[in-house]
């Protein structure tokens, strides 16, 4: 069974922090992504990667980078946290085959104060 | 503008009844549709998907139906069970995508016992 594990299920920092969101998969999966949950807005992506040390920005990458150092690891990083960026953040992965569902972690319920 | 709609943000069935979840979508170059369930607190589960050169893709109590000169597609769920309670988001790719998914807002499913 596929599994795709983060870090932390909930998370509270303060405006002006870096912020570090780990994910880690168990299926030798090639990508790998992260999304923030928003209510009636879906899952948007903000970062993936094919490939160690690969990254290409997703939809809503500002205010946000990323890490691929291991093929199983992903980071989230917040450069500099803003209350805006108070959401639910979703961490999949998949195969590098087309046609190939995404299989996500349980998120992490990120707050900004 | 969404590339991917899901037009009842809700919808209330009757438990043994037929819960039927609908998704629309713009861009003619999709080829590859999912839908994914998720429960408060966890993250997307894969449910089912369907390729373009179909039109109805089937399992167990879960059938897609896709309607690609309307560029629509449904979700049937018979007969419709209290677990089934949980908010359902469509996604589609396109070749030209990657291995991109563009994600629905979501419907939240409630099954009334």
């Known amino acids: 069974d596929v599994k795709v594990t983060q870090s932390s299920r909930y998370l509270v920092k303060r405006t002006g922090e870096k912020v570090f969101l780990e994910c880690v998969q168990d299926?030798?999966?090639?990508?790998m992504f992260w999304y923030r949950q928003d209510p009636g807005l879906g899952l948007r992506l903000i970062y993936f990667s094919y490939d160690v040390k690969m990254k290409e920005k997703g939809d809503i990458p500002e205010g946000y980078s990323v890490s691929r150092e291991k093929k199983e690891r992903f980071s989230l990083i917040l450069e500099s946290a803003s209350t805006n960026q108070t959401s639910m953040y979703l961490c999949a992965s998949s195969f590098r085959l087309s046609n190939q569902p995404q299989h996500f972690g349980d998120g992490t319920r990120l707050s900004i104060l | 503008d969404q590339q991917v709609k899901q037009n009842s943000p809700s919808l209330s069935v009757q438990e043994g009844r037929i819960s039927i979840l609908n998704c629309d979508y713009t861009?003619?170059?999709?080829?590859?549709f999912l839908w994914y369930k998720k429960y408060p607190a966890e993250g997307p589960t894969f449910l089912i998907s369907i390729s373009s050169i179909k039109d109805k893709n089937e399992d167990g109590r879960f059938t897609v139906f896709l309607n690609k000169s309307a560029k629509h597609l449904s979700l049937h769920i018979v007969p419709s069970q209290p677990g089934d309670s949980a908010v359902y988001f469509c996604a589609a790719s396109a070749r030209n995508y990657g291995q991109n998914f563009v994600f629905g807002p979501g419907t939240r499913l409630s099954v009334l016992p």
């Open positions: 299926m030798d999966h090639e990508n």
């Open positions: 861009n003619s170059m999709f080829d590859y």
